[in-house]
Each structure stands twice: as structure tokens, then as C-alpha cells.
């Protein structure tokens, strides 16, 4: 599978979360995303989380990628799965089964997130047909 690998920014806002208490601890944000690379993208999505007084926590996001990809135009969707264990972090960020459109028809793949000082970094492996 070819891996790329590049910078994104994101920008996450908090949305209203309906007929649940606060006590729930539960959240809502809007994703905004530009991706830079190999993936020349934008994308919008929403995420949905839950946490504890322990450090622990979920979360799961959609989002709809819409750009390049090595230069094969389309549009794709991306699904994450995070999980925080008394502060150990696991994160799994897949592609929607038959999500690609027009070039990326057929993508698969598996999508990295590295933070380091600050800045965001993805490590995108994938395959086309």
C-alpha cells in the first residue's frame, strides 16, 4: 500500500448537544480541516464525544475529504474511532467502505494523526483499483 505522508490544520467548534445534561459529559464539534501534501484537501465533519473524571474517554467523527490525492481528483469519507484509557491513547481513522467519488472511486485505506509541537501530521496509506 503507498504511504504519504503531510500537514493538516484543523479547526473544531463546539456545537449544541440536545436533551442531554452536562453531567453527561458529553460534546459535539464541527471539523474543519486543510489538508497539505500529497493530500491537497479541505473537509468537514462532526465529532462526538463522551469522558470520565479518570482520564478516559471516546470519541467518534465522520468527516467528507473533498480535493487531490497524488493528483486524482474526488472526494471520500473518513471515519474515526478514538479511545483514552486513563490517559493511553488508541485512534483508529479508516475510509468509509465505497465512499471515493469520481478519481478515488474504490480508495481504501488507513489515515495516521501525529501532534508534534503544536503542528499536525498524517501518514495516509492507501490503495486504489
Not at 5 to 18: A, N, R
Not at 48 to 71: D, H, K, N, P
Not at 101 to 111: K, R
Amino acid at each position: 500500500m503507498p504511504s504519504i505522508s503531510g500537514t493538516f490544520t484543523v479547526k473544531m467548534q463546539p456545537l449544541d448537544v440536545e436533551n442531554i445534561p452536562a453531567e453527561a459529559m458529553i460534546g459535539r464539534r464541527s471539523i474543519d480541516k486543510q489538508f497539505h501534501g500529497p493530500l491537497e484537501a479541505t473537509s468537514k465533519g462532526q465529532m462526538l464525544s463522551i469522558g470520565s473524571a479518570q482520564s478516559s474517554g471516546v470519541y467518534v467523527a465522520v468527516e467528507r475529504v473533498t480535493g487531490t490525492l497524488e493528483g486524482r481528483r474526488g472526494s471520500f469519507a473518513l471515519h474515526h474511532t478514538g479511545i483514552m484509557d486513563r490517559g493511553k491513547p488508541a485512534l483508529d481513522i479508516r475510509v468509509a467502505p465505497d465512499s471515493g467519488t469520481d478519481e478515488l472511486t474504490g480508495l481504501t485505506g488507513t489515515l495516521a494523526i501525529d501532534i508534534r509541537d503544536g503542528a499536525h501530521f498524517y501518514i495516509f496509506e492507501y490503495a486504489l483499483p
